[in-house]
């Protein structure tokens, strides 16, 4: 027997990838929760945080489970209708005039029958169970996407990861633990990036794109850009490390500069919401949520950070961060990327909206007329 019908090579790298993701989120919450309870005074409270961390495992499993669940069935059913094609086509070569042949669950592999025993039915039933078939493969839901879990999962989690750096940084305890100790600042930086990490696993359990394909690429883009954008704001929060930046702030500028961090790890929702939407890129992305990704990215993050990080070079004389550089290209690209972005979508509400809207309006016109007079 053939090596490959043994083994679910699918299943064998999803099992893989939340395997990882799990061991790099245990890691990180151990890390962080250690840093919490340890410069806390033991406060009771505190342990908590493992109820908050329980319930995003559960998030992270059952979005890896309905993800794979989601693409085998996926995968059964493109099999299936590729045997319906074949079936097709040798009907039509036996009896020299196109037939319609059986319907899809008939030929499922998975039940265990034998598609040559089965019967042709009328005329245009292979159209309808070709249709039938193909709206099965797109999302059914509209407006949430195909797995909307995978978005729902990212944005408990950070939430909740938010939440720590927020009492982290607010409690001075980056500041209180010495730069040579094991778990000196360093370590806390490494755990805290360590998001970009679980991202890209989770978005890795979530797709079965075929490698060296646009879609592939497209969500490898994806992915590098959102670990790009968690290491920038990982960076913008050594600002307020003293044994790092080496300056001192007002405690009004302290909190916006958290403020501005924080928000970096929540914006990948929206990148997660748009693929979900488009079945991984399967299909075209949404313009719209495209558009405001870019722009949320562009006024929350990169326009502040660049501003923040020029205004210390400037005022205070501290280093020049790397990054800045990246927020100045990031903030043209955007803009040039926002200005193609909002002519399309004004001749999309020319041509499309506009005329359906005034179209509704007459038909609503028309109606009012035709009402008996009182």
């Not at 309870?37 to 409270?45: C, H, I, M, P, V």
Request: some cysteine.
């Amino acid at each position: 027997m053939d090596m490959k019908s043994l083994i679910d090579w699918h299943l064998a790298f999803h099992i893989g990838d939340t395997i990882l993701l799990f061991f790099v989120y245990l890691c990180q919450v151990g890390l962080l929760n250690y840093y919490i309870l340890k410069y806390s005074d033991g406060e009771l409270a505190l342990y908590f945080w493992f109820l908050g961390d329980f319930v995003i495992f559960v998030a992270f499993a059952l979005a890896m489970f309905w993800s794979y669940k989601y693409l085998k069935n996926k995968r059964r059913k493109k099999k299936n209708q590729e045997m319906l094609e074949r079936l097709k086509n040798r009907a039509n070569n036996e009896n020299g005039q196109p037939h319609d042949v059986i319907s899809l669950s008939s030929v499922s592999e998975s039940m265990g029958e034998d598609p040559l025993s089965l019967k042709v039915k009328r005329p245009g039933a292979l159209r309808d169970q070709k249709k039938a078939s193909h709206s099965s493969l797109v999302p059914s839901k509209k407006y949430t996407g195909a797995l909307p879990m995978v978005y729902t999962s990212w944005l408990l989690y950070s939430i909740i990861l938010v939440t720590k750096v927020a009492v982290m940084f607010k409690a001075e305890i980056p500041n209180i633990i010495q730069p040579t100790d094991v778990f000196g600042p360093q370590l806390l930086k490494v755990s805290i990036a360590s998001s970009s990490v679980i991202f890209i696993l989770l978005v890795a359990g979530h797709h079965d794109a075929n490698i060296n394909t646009f879609r592939s690429q497209f969500i490898l883009n994806l992915c590098k850009s959102v670990a790009f954008e968690i290491m920038d704001s990982v960076d913008f929060l050594t600002i307020l490390i003293l044994s790092l930046s080496r300056i001192t702030l007002p405690f009004w500028f302290e909190n916006t500069v958290l403020g501005f961090a924080c928000i970096n790890f929540i914006l990948p929702t929206v990148a997660l919401y748009n693929l979900s939407l488009s079945d991984f890129a399967k299909e075209e992305q949404s313009l719209p949520v495209t558009s405001l990704y870019k722009l949320l990215h562009l006024v929350l993050v990169n326009i502040p950070y660049f501003c923040i990080r020029v205004y210390l070079w400037d005022g205070y004389g501290s280093d020049i961060s790397m990054f800045t550089i990246k927020n100045a290209i990031s903030i043209l690209l955007a803009l040039r990327s926002l200005w193609s972005d909002l002519i399309i979508l004004w001749n999309v509400f020319l041509v499309v909206v506009l005329p359906r809207a005034n179209k509704v309006g007459d038909s609503n016109g028309t109606q009012l007329e035709l009402l008996p007079k009182p």
